[in-house]
């Protein structure tokens, strides 16, 4: 059974949000009087560099038209037609097979309304369309305009004295700020990202080891070496074809970054966002079975035909294509491990567009690496397996370290919803559960749809299946109360420690003495004469628990968070559990808009970037009582530096 799914919806879905700075679109708006009951609204649309807004006369079944309507919930007046548009350009769109309509650099647009209730004082139209470059962005506009001839002027948003005073209490009147300017050291963060690099490699590594791809390798090689004219072009042609792989990999990731520029708490909110940790689950386990082989996931076959005859063209153009092509084609094997790359991605909290891009150029380097090197030594193309049953094989293997990811997912969920029934030790059971499966089935002991009968287990299987089982060992003290050993090498995997069935001390990492609360912590801080260690964190944050429990769990650094500092971790995905009402307010950010500040996680998060103008975790920050910062701010990092970090903060304080 065949399952279409268009993958790219994964990449397009997030990029409907509205005006902002960053928006390649600046609207100018003005209204002419044309009559006692008819107007003319003109819009005036400024795009920058390279980027187009598509016209309302754009073809069906291309890129979205530029559409302008009235709100349902107005009434008194009614549109005149479609708009008068100023040039526009056709285009003939390779993709869509279509000649496109759009505008470049500016447009403006015309729109007749004529008013059908004289009482009306203002008229609100709302546009929507689409504006391109590598990547779409939805344009979702709403302008209103007064009747009374007066000029129109941006709204001022005014706050209630309640909005304003809250808003004047979530600031805070820092000291030595300097510190906050210096720029932290961010050799782990090249190392983070050079690591989700490795491990898209390896997933690119492991795809290529698919029955979609692996035969692709002889057949694409030899047709460029046999194909061209010259031995030299076919070379030529091949690595060219590995870097267009490459480039096609790494495009998926720019709508992500376009989103990381509308807002910097945008990506922390999609990744802790409770359905969408669902819905990863959900697709995770999808492809999990897809791979089991109940069905074959596939993308609509006419886009690999489009594909297949634009590689035809010959040429760069035609190369591309062929890449292109590869990438459709082989879909059902390569996009569940695209998908767990960006949940992956999604999944931490940092910047997860660095870490898409990253992740996507190791994997499209490992997918590109076969036919550049066999191209420049055809002769090791002898050298390769036959295809046959191990392939099958490779993909019932990520199959099971889908599930096993996929829950992860779903204990997000259960974290920042504080749901309560996948806590740390029932996680890692179902982990067990897994992982003992995943041995059976090397062992022989369990069969799938589509595996051939097995007369011999290889040796491979047998050791793969022996370290599984260790596996499933190292595993089990992890459901125990008290483990006979950790598992920190898992560590942001499972839930944290303190989120157990069995009870505990606190409900703070490894039993220290934490507030949740900021103006509380400063309190105890100021009672105490201790410095503050500020901890700005999350449910779902993979790095907060690593340092937690690879770095605090060191004992002289758990020492000094124990006997030497007041811990506040505010934790900035706390996004289910509101505030009190008398607690709720508007904030109105840097660009104009109005933030509903209605949970704990709207309002430590909207703190920590009004304060210290940085909204990735783990971040900590140094101070005393009177706010006054006693170190850089610090973040992911090893333990000599985290200590010594710490021991800086406690000799400023004592001055």
Not at 175 to 192: F, I, R, Y
Not at 306 to 315: C, I
């Amino acid at each position: 059974m065949k399952i279409f799914f268009p993958f790219f919806i994964f990449f397009i879905a997030f990029t409907g949000f509205s005006q902002t700075e960053n928006h390649p679109i600046f609207w100018n708006c003005s209204i002419n009087k044309i009559s006692e009951t008819e107007y003319d609204v003109v819009l005036k649309a400024n795009l920058l560099q390279e980027w187009h807004l598509y016209s309302q006369y754009n073809p069906e079944d291309a890129s979205q038209p530029l559409e302008i309507v009235i709100p349902e919930n107005k009434t008194g007046y009614k549109l005149i037609g479609k708009a008068i548009e100023s040039e526009t350009v056709k285009e003939f769109s390779e993709i869509w097979e279509k000649e496109e309509i759009f505008f470049k650099d500016n447009a403006t647009i015309t729109q007749r309304v004529k008013i059908t209730d004289a009482s009306i004082t203002s008229i609100t139209i709302d546009v929507y369309g689409q504006v391109c470059k590598e990547a779409c962005i939805q344009v979702e506009e709403s302008f209103s305009f007064p009747l009374d001839g007066k000029k129109l002027e941006k709204t001022t948003i005014v706050l209630d004295d309640k909005s304003k005073n809250l808003t004047q209490n979530l600031k805070l009147d820092l000291k030595n700020t300097a510190l906050l300017e210096v720029k932290t050291d961010q050799s782990n963060t090249g190392d983070s990202l050079f690591n989700i690099f490795l491990l898209g490699f390896v997933g690119g590594l492991l795809a290529l080891l698919t029955p979609c791809v692996f035969p692709m390798i002889p057949l694409t090689v030899s047709f460029f070496t046999k194909q061209s004219q010259s031995k030299r072009k076919g070379i030529l042609n091949a690595i060219l074809y590995g870097v267009f792989i490459v480039i096609i990999y790494i495009l998926l990731s720019v709508p992500f970054h376009l989103i990381d520029g509308l807002d910097p708490n945008i990506l922390n909110t999609i990744s802790t966002n409770i359905w969408l940790n669902i819905f990863f689950f959900v697709i995770l386990v999808f492809f999990a079975f897809s791979f089991f082989g109940f069905y074959e996931i596939t993308l609509p076959s006419s886009w690999g035909n489009k594909m297949d005859s634009a590689s035809n063209v010959g040429g760069f153009i035609g190369v591309f294509f062929m890449a292109l092509t590869l990438a459709i084609v082989s879909f059902s094997c390569t996009g569940p491990i695209l998908g767990s790359l960006l949940a992956g991605s999604l999944g931490t909290v940092g910047n997860p567009a660095f870490q898409l891009s990253a992740g996507m150029t190791g994997f499209g380097l490992a997918l590109a690496l076969p036919f550049a090197l066999f191209a420049l030594f055809p002769n090791l193309l002898n050298s390769l397996p036959k295809s046959g049953g191990w392939l099958n094989t490779t993909k019932v293997i990520l199959g099971f370290l889908e599930l096993a990811f996929a829950f992860k997912f779903l204990s997000n969920s259960d974290l920042v919803g504080h749901w309560n029934f996948l806590k740390r030790e029932i996680f890692i059971g179902i982990w067990i559960l897994i992982f003992l499966g995943l041995a059976l089935y090397l062992l022989g002991k369990i069969k799938f749809p589509h595996d051939s009968p097995i007369k011999k287990l290889s040796f491979f299987r047998i050791s793969f299946g022996v370290l599984v089982i260790a596996f499933v060992i190292y595993l089990i003290p992890g459901t125990f109360k008290n483990p006979t050993w950790s598992l920190h090498s898992l560590s942001g995997f499972p839930p944290p420690q303190f989120y157990s069935i069995y009870e505990q001390e606190s409900d703070c990492p490894l039993g220290l003495n934490c507030y949740k609360d900021f103006d509380e912590g400063l309190n105890t801080a100021k009672e105490t004469n201790k410095p503050i260690l500020l901890d700005f964190t999350g449910w779902a944050c993979v790095n907060c628990r690593k340092m937690e429990e690879n770095v605090w769990s060191n004992p002289e650094i758990y020492s000094i968070l124990k006997n030497d500092y007041v811990l506040i971790s505010l934790y900035v995905d706390d996004n289910e559990k509101e505030l009190p009402a008398s607690e709720q307010f508007d904030f109105v950010k840097a660009n104009g808009k109005v933030k509903k500040i209605k949970s704990y996680g709207d309002k430590w998060s909207t703190f920590q970037v009004l304060n210290f103008k940085n909204a990735s975790q783990p971040y900590y920050v140094l101070l005393n009582a009177d706010l006054e910062i006693l170190n850089t701010p610090q973040q992911y990092t090893d333990i000599e530096t985290y200590k010594n970090w710490l021991q800086k903060g406690i000799e400023n304080f004592k001055k």
